[in-house]
């Protein structure tokens, strides 16, 4: 079975803790991102990478970073916690290429509590 | 940015009737897809319908697209208490040019089937 796999399931942290969120995937994908879901507001693209070592800002890159050192994985860095960004953080992963339709497969999600 | 919006917010429906969620874009798009979201967990890839398509069925799943309107709908037939999940449509808003799409998702609608 094809999968995404986020590190930790839930978190909680205090306010101006760094943070790592881990993400690996085994179905060698060219592209890589990080949403966050909230209630009422729905995911909302934050950081995503194309290829090893490149990064591209999504809608709310804002207060965060991401690193890619390997294809496989994809981090997300809260440099330094704040309240508001606890949330439910999902990593995806999809294939490159002109024929990607753009489909994505999601991890089960890192659920984050910033106190 | 949001794209896609879908309509109800919320459905609640009796176990082997249909439900019915629509979703509206503001853009052109290339495809439009469906992902389904069990609570707590990540989303999951549904069905794709391509812009040159009018209709798409997979299983008890019927996914229409009206470009000329941006709308698209999607219909679960004889609904049962497993259906019950967020489902979310996405549309892909832009070509990144390194041969990939990048999907935007709208806030969702929550159906809950009651047996």
């Known amino acids: 079975d094809v999968k995404v796999t986020q590190s930790s399931r839930y978190l909680v942290k205090r306010t101006g803790e760094k943070v790592f969120l881990e993400c690996v995937q085994d179905?060698?994908?060219?592209?890589m991102f990080w949403y966050r879901q909230d209630p009422g507001l729905g995911l909302r693209l934050i950081y995503f990478?194309?290829?090893?070592?490149?990064?591209e800002k999504g809608d709310i890159p804002e207060g965060y970073s991401v690193s890619r050192e390997k294809k496989e994985r994809f981090s997300l860095i809260l440099e330094s916690a704040s309240t508001n960004q606890t949330s439910m953080y999902l990593c995806?992963?999809?294939?490159?290429?002109?024929?990607?339709?753009?489909?994505?497969?999601f991890g089960e999600g890192s659920r984050l509590t910033v106190l | 940015s949001q794209q896609g919006e879908e309509d109800p917010q919320a459905l609640s429906i009796q176990e082997g009737e249909n439900a019915t969620m629509n979703c509206s874009y503001k853009?052109?798009?290339?495809?439009l897809q469906w992902y389904r979201q069990n609570s707590g967990r990540g989303l999951v890839h549904l069905i794709l319908?391509?812009?040159?398509?009018r209709e798409k069925h997979s299983g008890r799943l019927r996914v229409t697209l009206d470009t000329s309107k941006k709308s698209s709908s999607l219909l679960i037939t004889a609904s049962r208490a497993a259906d019950t999940a967020s489902y979310f449509c996405?549309?892909?808003?832009?070509?990144?040019?390194?041969?990939?799409?990048?999907?935007?998702f709208g806030k969702g609608t929550k159906l809950s089937v009651i047996p």
């Open positions: 995806a992963s999809s294939h490159s290429g002109y024929a990607n339709t753009g489909e994505l497969f």
């Open positions: 179905m060698d994908h060219e592209n």
């Open positions: 990478s194309y290829d090893v070592k490149m990064k």
């Open positions: 853009t052109s798009i290339n495809n």
């Open positions: 319908i391509r812009s040159n398509e």
């Open positions: 996405a549309t892909d808003q832009s070509y990144s040019g390194a041969g990939s799409y990048q999907l935007t």
